[in-house]
Nanobody, 129 residues
Framework: QVQLVESGGGLVQAGGSLRLSCAAS????????MGWFRQAPGKEREFVAA????????YYADSVKGRFTISRDNAENTMYLQMNSLKPEDTAIYYC??????????????????????WGQGTQVTVSS
C-alpha cells in the first residue's frame, strides 16, 4: 500500500502563507495524478488543486486560483501546495490524494475525489481574521 503523509499545516492570519507537503511512502511507475482536497466541519470534501504527474499540468478550484500553486518533485515523490493570501474561508483539514492508475486528462475526472486511490491523514489549516 502507498502511504501519504501531509505536513505544513498550522495557524496563520488572513493574508499569510503556508506551504503544504505530501510525501508518498514509495515511488510508483503508475502514478497519474496527485491532488489536494479540503474539508471543513459540517461540509463535504471539496477539490482544491491537482497535478498530472507526467507533464505537471495543474488544475485549481476557482476559489483558490491565483492564490495557490501546486507543484511536484518526482525524485522525492512529493507534492506541494503553496498557499498565499490565505482567507478565513480556507480553514479546513487538507488532505492529499494520489491515483496510481491511468487518469483521463479531463477536468471533471481529475477533480473528482472518487477517482483517487490513496489518501493521507490530513493536516489542519486555520486562518484567523
Amino acid at each position: 500500500q502507498v502511504q501519504l503523509v501531509e505536513s505544513g499545516g498550522g495557524l496563520v492570519q488572513a493574508g499569510g502563507s503556508l506551504r503544504l507537503s505530501c510525501a508518498a511512502s514509495e515511488r510508483t511507475l503508475s502514478r497519474s495524478a496527485m491532488g489536494w482536497f479540503r474539508q471543513a466541519p459540517g461540509k463535504e470534501r471539496e477539490f482544491v488543486a491537482a497535478i498530472r504527474w507526467s507533464d505537471g499540468s495543474s488544475y485549481y478550484a476557482d476559489s483558490v486560483k491565483g492564490r495557490f500553486t501546486i507543484s511536484r518533485d518526482n525524485a522525492e515523490n512529493t507534492m506541494y501546495l503553496q498557499m498565499n493570501s490565505l482567507k478565513p474561508e480556507d480553514t479546513a483539514i487538507y488532505y492529499c490524494a494520489a491515483r496510481d492508475r491511468p487518469l483521463l486528462p479531463i477536468r471533471a475526472v481529475i477533480i473528482n475525489p472518487l477517482n483517487y486511490d490513496y489518501w493521507g491523514q490530513g493536516t489542519q489549516v486555520t486562518v484567523s481574521s
